[in-house]
C-alpha cells in the first residue's frame, strides 16, 4: 500500500492568494483527518470526515479555511485568502474504521509558506 | 482548557543506552494513549499505544508505562539507535462521542549519538 498521499509536499505563496491541498487517504479506510503543525501549537487537528462526510470541523480557524471529501479517495483543504500565519504543515491522516482506538496513518505533509 | 504536555523538550542520549521519554496529562477523562514518533520531512508515525486500564505494554525495544495516579504516561526505548532520533509526541483520547480528536503534545527531540 502507498499510505496517505499528499500534494504538494511545499508551497510557497504570497498572502492574499488561494492555496489547495489534496489528500489521498489509504484505500478502504472510512475516516480521514486534517492537522496543522506549528512549533507554536504543535499538531492541531482541524477537520475530520467519515465516510466523505464532515463530522467535526471545531478545529478549523477560520471563514478562510474550507475542506471538502467528494469521494472516498479524495479531500482537499483549501485556504483562501492566504495569510502568513497560515505557514504550517498540513497533514492528512486516514484511519480504518469507526473504533476510537484505531490507528491513524499519516501521510508525508504539506509545508505551505505563506510570504 | 485541558492538554497534554511534556516534561522535556529535548533528550540526548549515547548508542545502546536506554531512553525515557515523559509526558503528562491533565484530562482525567482520557483512556487512551499514544505515541507517535515523527522524523524529520515526515509525518508521524505511531509506535505504541495504552489503554486506561493497563499499567504497562510492550513492543519491540519499547514500553509505555501508564500511572492514571499521578497522570503521568513514558516511552522507554530500549539500546537505543541513531535511527531512533526524532519527535516523540504523546496523544490523548478523551473518548465519548469524540471519536478521533487526538490531543498531542508539544513533542521531546530525542537525539542519539553513535
Known amino acids: 500500500d502507498a499510505g496517505v498521499i499528499q500534494s504538494p509536499r511545499h508551497e510557497v505563496t504570497e498572502m492574499g492568494q488561494e492555496v489547495t491541498l489534496r489528500c489521498k487517504p489509504i484505500s478502504g479506510h472510512d475516516y480521514l483527518f486534517w492537522y496543522r503543525q506549528t512549533m507554536m501549537r504543535g499538531l492541531e487537528l482541524l477537520i475530520y470526515?467519515?465516510?466523505?462526510?464532515?463530522?467535526?470541523d471545531s478545529g478549523m480557524p477560520e471563514d478562510r479555511f474550507s475542506a471538502k471529501m467528494p469521494n472516498a479517495s479524495f479531500s482537499t483543504l483549501k485556504i483562501q485568502p492566504s495569510e502568513p500565519r497560515d505557514s504550517a504543515v498540513y497533514f492528512c491522516a486516514s484511519s480504518l474504521t469507526g473504533q476510537r482506538t484505531d490507528t491513524q496513518y499519516f501521510g508525508p505533509g504539506t509545508r505551505l509558506t505563506v510570504l | 482548557g485541558e492538554s497534554v504536555g511534556l516534561h522535556l523538550p529535548t533528550l540526548s542520549v549515547q548508542e545502546g543506552d536506554n531512553s525515557i521519554i515523559n509526558c503528562a496529562y491533565s484530562?482525567?477523562?482520557?483512556?487512551?494513549f499514544i505515541w507517535y514518533k515523527q522524523e524529520s520531512g515526515k509525518g508521524p508515525q505511531f509506535i505504541i499505544d495504552i489503554r486506561s486500564n493497563m499499567d504497562k505494554r510492550q513492543g519491540q525495544r519499547v514500553t509505555v508505562l501508564l500511572n492514571k495516579t499521578v497522570k503521568h504516561l513514558s516511552l522507554q526505548i530500549a539500546a537505543t539507535q541513531p535511527g531512533d532520533s526524532a519527535v516523540y509526541f504523546c496523544?490523548?483520547?478523551?473518548?465519548?462521542?469524540?471519536?478521533?480528536?487526538?490531543?498531542f503534545g508539544q513533542g521531546t527531540i530525542l537525539t542519539v549519538h553513535p
Open positions: 496523544a490523548e483520547n478523551a473518548g465519548g462521542t469524540s471519536y478521533g480528536k487526538l490531543t
Open positions: 484530562n482525567s477523562a482520557s483512556d487512551y
Open positions: 470526515f467519515n465516510n466523505n462526510v464532515p463530522i467535526d
